[in-house]
């Protein structure tokens, strides 16, 4: 069994325990202001309750995007995916984060990994750039898969881009760059990073085969 393999059998067991009551705490939290609505609306104002309300959305959101990231991503990686489905975990997700992301879907499909380098490409961008980025994705086909990143500031993590511009992993030291290097190997997948003048960085995987 390889270490990906192994990483992929405990994250699984990981999520699985964490999701369940990251669930029921955001369903309770629904019904709690579905009764408060109906009783006491203006607790529903109090900044302490919304706080409580933000964290536990986020924490489910990053939890359901993580477990997608991470769990099983070698065995059920020819699967197909609903766009749908991606879109909506990808959505919960960068709600909370300082990344502005768009899509351009002409499939009602994909394989499971494009869409896991997909979500795990979005956690480097999150390291590489600095808030107010705009990242627009499209799948150009089947075996296609462009992330285009519009960077107003200029401003970019310059070791993280290195890391994600480089095809050795032993000399990457950044973890998620890494991990996500690795399984662009086992899915015989080639990206190429491609870092313009013109604050515009682009992604590009395609199929080897």
Excluded: W
């Amino acid at each position: 069994m390889s270490n990906l393999d192994l990483f992929s059998l405990l994250s699984r067991k990981i999520f699985h325990d964490l999701i369940n009551p990251a669930s029921a705490a955001l369903n309770g939290m629904e019904l709690l202001k579905y009764n408060l609505a109906n009783t006491d609306a203006q607790a529903l104002e109090d900044e302490t309750f919304q706080l409580l309300d933000m964290s536990i959305k986020k924490i489910t959101a990053q939890i359901t995007f993580f477990r997608f990231c991470y769990s099983d991503p070698t065995s059920a990686k020819n699967e197909n995916v609903s766009i749908n489905f991606i879109n909506n975990i990808i959505n919960d997700y960068v709600s909370f984060t300082r990344l502005k992301i768009t899509y351009i879907n002409d499939l009602e499909r994909l394989d499971k990994k494009h869409a896991i380098l997909l979500t795990n490409t979005i956690m480097v961008l999150q390291s590489l750039f600095p808030q107010g980025a705009n990242i627009n994705c499209e799948l150009i086909d089947v075996n296609t898969l462009t992330i285009r990143a519009n960077n107003p500031t200029g401003k970019i993590n310059a070791e993280t881009l290195g890391d994600f511009q480089s095809r050795s992993s032993d000399k990457i030291k950044n973890i998620q760059v890494r991990y996500l290097n690795e399984l662009a190997g086992i899915y015989r997948i080639k990206y190429e990073v491609i870092s313009g003048d013109d604050n515009e960085t682009l992604i590009k995987f395609c199929n080897a085969n």
